[in-house]
Nanobody, 115 residues
Framework: VQLVESGGGLVQAGGSLRLSCAAS????????MGWYRQAPGKQRDLVAE???????NYADSVKGRFTISRDNAKNKVYLQMNSLKPEDTVVYYC??????????WGQGTQVTVSS
């Protein structure tokens, strides 16, 4: 499955952005979809994930601020990001886990939060 992110950009601290991820095929049966982020020189970390059954999991640093959702009919996954902080400034990647682990990635979208 190919993944294409959109929705990144520049926003002031405290603002909001919604990232979108479009999949090249149906995501209905994909075990989990997720969002990761990666700062330069650092490992890629999980931000949020959502299972095919709708269960969600979030990194502690974004709990209460970010919300992941999926629209199986549109083959899309979203990440609503509120109360953004400068430390949220990184590249965000959409990911798919069709075989139970995240091994399909998008090209990434840059999010920049100014203070």
């Amino acid at each position: 499955v190919q993944l294409v992110e959109s929705g990144g950009g520049l926003v002031q601290a405290g603002g909001s952005l919604r990232l979108s991820c479009a999949a090249s095929r149906s995501i209905f049966n994909i075990n989990a979809m997720g969002w990761y982020r990666q700062a330069p020189g650092k490992q890629r970390d999980l931000v949020a994930e959502i299972t095919s059954g709708g269960n969600t999991n979030y990194a502690d640093s974004v709990k209460g601020r970010f919300t992941i959702s999926r629209d199986n009919a549109k083959n899309k996954v979203y990440l609503q990001m509120n109360s953004l902080k400068p430390e949220d400034t990184v590249v965000y990647y959409c990911a798919a886990a069709p075989r139970g682990w995240f091994d399909h990635w998008g090209q990434g979208t840059q999010v920049t939060v100014s203070s």
